[in-house]
């Protein structure tokens, strides 16, 4: 994620309110959602929440419905009893199209009341305030219910032992994942239910229906609500906010419900089976903000069981998932050396590849001038003698302080690169994620990204990558022109390396709070091959979304973490 301004959708044609996804067919249902929602008409009515006005849209929002808790199963996300990912085929990746950012984390991994409050709620300042109310009681329920690292874990080995198999292209999988996914869709119902029978909840949910309606938007919906009797019409009620509001907040927290694997299910699913060009390669991204968030506390899935359980996540994947480990290095210099020996320890398991970087929680790339400096030699030293990637958020937003979000810019990139290629004599594998918002409208934003374009034309910075990860200004096509001339105008500039070092990266399952999400891959697909034309950069489709990932990964370079990576996930050996 990385801005501030909220985006501006449409329902009903309508500036300013969120479109209704466009149903598709999944397994022979037309559907909505995330694993579907069947759109069958039921009559109902606005007493559910407290009023006996009927429903203007009441087809579409019965279908939402879980129905009692006890038992019930989530009609939103319901898998078919197939293989996941299905559409993916037996055996190994090929990794010839890699979405290079995703997250599939859930609750029980994060700080999530610090996150949500002190690095969301700046980024969309209209539904900040119901973040705040909230945002402490979700950590209390999920930190208590959501599955933890080392029981998803078991819970996986089970599966694989009593069944005799070895990836999640067996129906075994399938099945489990149907029971999973009820399971914990029905806490997420529970929690909305709790919620809401809070009036300073409801009163802030009626001021955000308020706001839209006086732009001329969200017709229809009730300016105030009842209690709802159950976790059913509580899940409605929260289904028709996101749609008033603009943002499909209360869908964006479903996922810090779920399992992990579940979570990837819902990216391959979206992006692999249904998305284009078919991605059929994550590299997921785990984050640590347990010392910038919560100075000595920990979350209740440690950093440690995370890379565990996610290891095994990309074995059963047969390499459709490769990840990074976090590395903090405030944590590093607070806890003597507890995050670089986190990261060390997940690289070697299978499935790891190089690490991720969060600048936004308070330091720079290089050049703070004290300890954190120290700490950051020493992880650079460990990339260079492993060869593997780093990933950081170089993006102006999510910063955790109040000011100027200047630490994830070019200054300490700079620095970062210099010291490592005169220290180490070998250039640092590293990909800025969301290229300096690129196609954003900030200051930074028309600045950044040339600057790093720069540090990727020096020797320092010859593997030197970026993605366009959250770049929100592609869902909208009356933004084509613009994005098509931004990025022509970068890859046409005098020494410009940038069409053999752009990727691409979604940053699922943060793109989730965006209300047309799942056109991601398809509308950037749309806008790259429109650049590869007015550049023409013969094959720069093909490089952007897979072959400039697969050169900074080093996936065919013998000795690189991520070639090794691979060989392990292929024998199954550590």
């Known amino acids: 994620m990385k801005r501030r301004a909220r985006v501006q959708t449409t329902l009903n044609g309508r500036e300013g309110s969120l479109a209704p996804r466009t149903p598709r067919s999944y397994g022979g249902v037309r559907t909505t959602e995330r694993f579907g929602c069947s759109m069958q008409s039921a009559a109902g009515t606005r007493a559910e929440y407290g009023t006996s006005e009927p429903w203007a849209r009441r087809d579409v929002l019965k279908a939402l419905g879980l129905g009692v808790m006890a038992g019930a199963l989530d009609a939103c996300r319901v898998a078919p009893s197939r293989p996941l990912p299905g559409c993916a085929g037996p055996g190994p990746s090929p990794h010839r199209h890699l979405d290079a950012h995703i997250h599939i984390f859930n609750g029980t991994d994060l700080q999530i009341a610090g996150f949500l409050r002190e690095a969301v709620a700046p980024e969309y300042p209209s539904v900040a305030r119901l973040i705040g109310l909230i945002a402490e009681p979700l950590q209390t329920f999920v930190w208590a219910v ?178 990074l480990a976090p590395y903090c290095p405030i944590k590093d210099v607070a806890r003597q050396g507890a995050s670089l020996k986190n990261v060390l320890a997940a690289w070697a398991r299978p499935g790891f590849v190089g690490a991720k970087l969060y600048p936004p929680m308070g330091f720079k790339a290089y050049g703070n001038g004290d300890a954190r400096d120290g700490a950051l030699a020493r992880f650079y030293h460990e990339c260079i003698v492993h060869d593997a990637v780093v990933m950081a958020h170089a993006g102006p937003s999510l910063c955790v302080h109040s000011g100027p979000c200047t630490e994830p810019g070019f200054e300490g990139w700079s620095a970062a690169l210099e010291h490592v290629f005169a220290k180490e004599k070998a250039p640092l594998r590293a990909a800025l994620g969301h290229f300096g918002d690129v196609l954003g409208s900030k200051p930074e934003s028309v600045i950044w990204p040339e600057a790093f374009q720069g540090l990727m034309q020096r020797p320092s910075g010859q593997h030197l990558y970026a993605d366009l990860s959250y770049a929100s200004e592609t869902l909208k096509s009356s933004n084509d022109q613009k994005v098509i001339d931004r990025l022509s105008g970068l890859i046409k500039s005098p020494g410009s390396v940038l069409a053999e070092r752009l990727m691409y990266g979604s940053d699922w399952l943060m793109l989730g709070l965006e209300s047309k999400w799942r056109d991601y891959s398809t509308r950037m697909e749309s806008v790259i091959r429109r650049v590869e034309s007015a550049t023409g950069t013969h094959g720069f489709e093909d490089r952007f979304f897979g072959g400039n990932a697969r050169a900074w990964l080093g996936l065919d370079q013998v000795d690189s973490l991520a070639s090794k990576s691979l060989t392990a996930l292929s024998t199954g050996g550590p």
């Open 146 to 323: 959501s599955p933890q690292a080392i029981p998803e874990l078991e819970h996986l080995n089970g599966l694989a032992t009593a069944s005799g198999v070895r990836s999640f292209a067996e129906t075994t999988f399938a099945k489990a994942f149907e029971r999973d996914r009820a399971q914990t869709g029905a806490q997420y119902s529970e929690f909305l239910r709790q919620q809401f029978q809070r009036d300073d909840v409801r009163s802030e949910l009626s001021r955000l229906v308020a706001e839209q309606q006086a732009r001329g938007a969200a017709r229809g919906v009730p300016r105030s609500f009842g209690a709802p009797r159950d976790a059913s019409s509580a899940r409605s009620l929260a289904r028709e906010v996101d749609l008033a509001s603009g943002i499909p907040f209360f869908d964006y927290l479903e996922p810090y419900f779920s399992y992990r694997y579940a979570n990837f299910f819902e990216a391959a699913d979206q992006f692999t089976c249904h998305g284009r060009p078919t991605i059929d390669s994550f590299v997921a991204l785990l984050v640590d903000f347990d010392e910038p968030l919560a100075p000595g506390k920990e979350t209740p899935s440690r950093i440690s069981d995370q890379a565990v359980v996610v290891s095994r996540i990309c074995q059963l994947s047969q390499g459709r998932l490769l990840a």
